[in-house]
Nanobody, 123 residues
């Protein structure tokens, strides 16, 4: 099983980035997907999650209205569209798969993790 995150980079404040997650060895159709991030010197935190069907989404308050999580079960991919980025969004972003399928804010519910992709927002 492998989750491959990509799409990170350097962007100015107010800009946009889209990070993607490609799964191999598992089928996203039966998994919820979450995005978490970890800034330097800080603990990993929840960003967004989506249920296996894609019909239910969850966001941490600081990204509501700016970030959109999505998944394409046919392509076995998930994505996090990030708009109006702020310097405090700078972190390594990780995608993860939740076997329960409901989407979860808790890292403990995720059994598979990608390697992370760096997002840097300059002021």
């Amino acid at each position: 099983v492998q989750l491959q995150a990509s799409g990170g980079g350097l962007v100015q404040a107010g800009g946009s980035l889209r990070v993607s997650c490609k799964a191999s060895g598992l089928t996203f159709r039966v998994y919820g997907v979450g995005w978490f991030r970890q800034a330097l010197g800080k603990e990993r935190e929840f960003v967004a999650a989506i249920s296996r069907s894609g019909r239910t989404t969850y966001y941490t308050d600081s990204v509501k209205g700016r970030f959109t999580i999505s998944k394409d079960n046919a392509k076995n991919t998930a994505a996090l569209q990030m708009n109006t980025l702020k310097p405090e969004d700078t972190a390594v972003y990780y995608c993860a798969a939740d076997l329960r399928g409901s989407g979860s804010r808790s890292m403990r519910d995720y059994g598979y993790w990608g390697q992370g992709t760096q997002v840097t927002v300059s002021s």
